[in-house]
Each structure stands twice: as C-alpha cells, then as structure tokens.
C-alpha cells in the first residue's frame, strides 16, 4: 500500500506569490489548495499581537528596528507600514488573521503558530486566548484547528496551561532535542526537511508513527524533496509554493508510481547540505544557541495537559495561574488576560477587517 498522500501547508502563506506573512498571502495558499497556513508571531510594544517572522522589521517592510520597541496604534505604528514585496500589504494582526480563519470558506483551514522563544512567556499565550476566547464555539470551531509551535520547553507548560484546546508542535533543527525533551508533551514533531534525512531522523519518524504522532517537515519547495517526504510517509508537508505541492498531490491521485518515478533520489547523495557532518553542525549549532539565549531544556509532565483538558470539558475556570510568575491571569469566567493589559480591538466575527485596505 503506497504512503498516504501528505497535507500541504502554506508556510508563512503563499510567500512566493505574495508578500510573507501577510493576510493576501494567507488567502493565496488557501486558494492554491492549502490545508493550513504556517506563520509566526511577536509583541508590539502596545501588546498587540502581529504575525511577522524576524524581530526586526527592516527585511521585508519600510520600517526599522525590533518589533517591541515600536507601538502598533497611532500615526507612528506599525500599522502604517508596508511590505516592501509587491503587492504591498500591511502587517497582519493577530486578531485579523483569526477573522480570516474563521470565515465561513476557510474553516477548513488550520494554523500553525510558530512561537519564537524570544517571545514574552508572560504575554504571548495570554494575548492570544484572548482573541481565540471571544468566538462562539471556539473551542470546537477555532482551537482545534490552531497548532502551537514551541522551539524551547520554557513555552510548553504555558501553552498547555493557556491554550489546552489548541494543539502543541515542536519545532526543531535537532533530533535528539525532539526526542529527548518534546516527545512527551507535542503530539506534533516539526523538523528541517535535512534533520529527516539523517539515520537518526528515520528512526524518529519510525517512531511518531509507532507512536500515532503526527510529522511536519519544512521548509519543502523542491518538488524533489516534497516526492522525498512522501515516500516517507510525512504527514505534513511546509512549502512557499503551496500550488506546486497541490499539483503533485492530484498527480499522485492519478497515477502513483509514475509520478514518483519522474522524481529520483540520487539528488540526497549530490548537495552538501544532505551529508551527515553538514547535518551534524546544524543540529549542533542550533542546540547550543538556544541553550546559550534561552536557557537549559526540561521535561515537562504530560499529565498537566490532560488534566487542564477535563476542567474545560466540565464547564469549571482553569485553575488559578497568575502567581506562576509568567503574567498571566485567569478571570472568574475561565478567560485569561494578561495583567494590566487592555484589550484592544479585535477583528470583526464576520471577517471583516475595518479601516484596512487590505485586498479582498
């Protein structure tokens, strides 16, 4: 019996066609046949939430400068500023980017989150349910469609603590971190297409399926690679080019053995980047400088999540969390807010994106 045929996922939108992470480029990859949209997430000074990939904002806007020191709201906000990609396009908030999910066309689509570990534990979860909160159903209609990614463990418990209804991803450039310090904790591991390659990574994937985990593999815009992954059996699949996957998937569909055969392998043995030294660094490279600016890894109990998981199911507020020492604050109706912070405005339920000149 041949794999099964992978999900295509956006990462950060249709970046090809349209500018990274912005609301056009999310509408794009779903049109081109995406079933779900990777971005990334950060903290404007004023605690709102944007989906941007860099901490800085001078690589893909005309702005300059990290994205905490600058405010989202007045004439000087980063709500003024646009892509320097045509078509230019502002800056997604997450709030927006929700609305946008939860259009009636789009509900089949889902959304992982990639939480950069030099976001503020304090902030970051909370900002979020609030916004995920203030849907009707959201527990059934919008939180099990949103996937957590976490780079460090710091961010698990947190996660699970805010968010239980949402699902938890790793993401890594490391086998042996994924393993080790995420396995019991993610139901998700997502690893560099490269990582997959090595002996090591082979094994892992032997063992999420034994294990009934599911597989993510970024950031995949050769159709080489993609054929690669299949072969696998890689439950999702990350590209720029989500259309270009979609074809090969109807390929597939069609006639399953002819069209891998038009995607040899020989290509693993020929680029640098697929041999074991090259894989090695990275993977150490990475461990050591998430170490060195974000702390020592820790195990994180699974029970934790399960347990926050009932107290939802029957009705009652999650336990009291806010002398945790993260900032964050559960309300006597089970919402969580962070401190003192006021909530501002969130998008329309419709879908509607007021005072935006965002393309339709």
């Given amino acids: ?27 794009r990859a779903i ?30 806007t005309n702005g300059f400068g990290m994205i905490k020191e600058h405010k989202w709201y007045g004439p000087n906000g ?57 849907y009707d159903a959201w527990e059934t209609a919008l939180a099990p469609r949103i996937l957590l990614g976490v ?21 890594g450039f490391n086998v042996s971190i994924a393993r080790t310090w995420f396995w019991d904790s993610c139901e998700v ?38 054929a690669e992954a299949i072969r ?16 090969l998937r109807r390929d597939l569909e069609a006639d399953w053995n002819k069209t891998l055969a038009r995607y040899p392998r020989t290509f693993l043995w020929k680029h640098h980047r697929y041999y074991w030294p090259v894989t090695l660094f990275w993977a150490t490279f990475v461990r050591v400088l998430l170490q060195a600016a974000y702390g020592r890894l820790g195990k994180v109990a699974p029970a934790a999540r399960r ?15 806010s002398k945790t020492g993260n900032g964050y604050t559960v309300t006597e109706n089970g919402g969580v807010v962070n401190g003192d912070a006021a909530p501002k405005a969130v998008a329309d339920a419709d879908g509607d994106y007021p005072n935006r000149d965002v393309p339709q």
């Fill in 78 to 134: 980063m709500q003024q500023l646009r892509t320097k990609k045509e078509p230019k396009q502002p800056i997604p908030t997450f709030d927006e980017t929700i609305a946008l999910f939860m259009r009636p066309e789009n509900r089949h689509a889902k959304l992982h989150i990639d939480i950069k570990p030099s976001n503020s534990l304090g902030k970051i979860f909370a900002l979020m349910a609030r916004t995920i909160r203030a």
């Fill in 232 to 247: 696998w059996g890689i439950d999702v699949i990350m590209t720029d080019v989500p259309h270009i996957l979609h074809a």
């Fill in 1 to 27: 019996m041949p794999p099964k045929i992978p999900e295509c996922w956006g990462h950060r939108g249709a970046s090809v066609a349209f500018p990274e992470n912005t609301l056009a480029s999310f509408e």
């Fill in 31 to 60: 049109r081109d046949g995406a079933d779900g949209i990777e971005t990334d997430v950060h903290i404007s000074q004023d605690d709102v939430v944007i989906m941007f990939h860099d901490p800085t904002l001078q690589r893909t």
């Fill in 307 to 321: 347990a926050l998981d009932v107290v939802d199911e029957i009705g009652a507020p999650p336990p009291d969390i």
């Fill in 151 to 171: 780079w460090h463990t710091n961010y698990v418990r947190p996660a699970m603590d805010v968010l239980p209804r949402c699902g938890l991803a790793h993401i």
């Fill in 189 to 226: 591991i997502s690893l560099h297409f490269t990582q997959w390659t090595t002996r090591d990574g082979q094994r892992l994937l032997k063992e999420c399926k034994a294990a009934g985990k599911t597989t993510m593999v970024w950031t995949v815009n050769n159709p080489l690679e993609m």
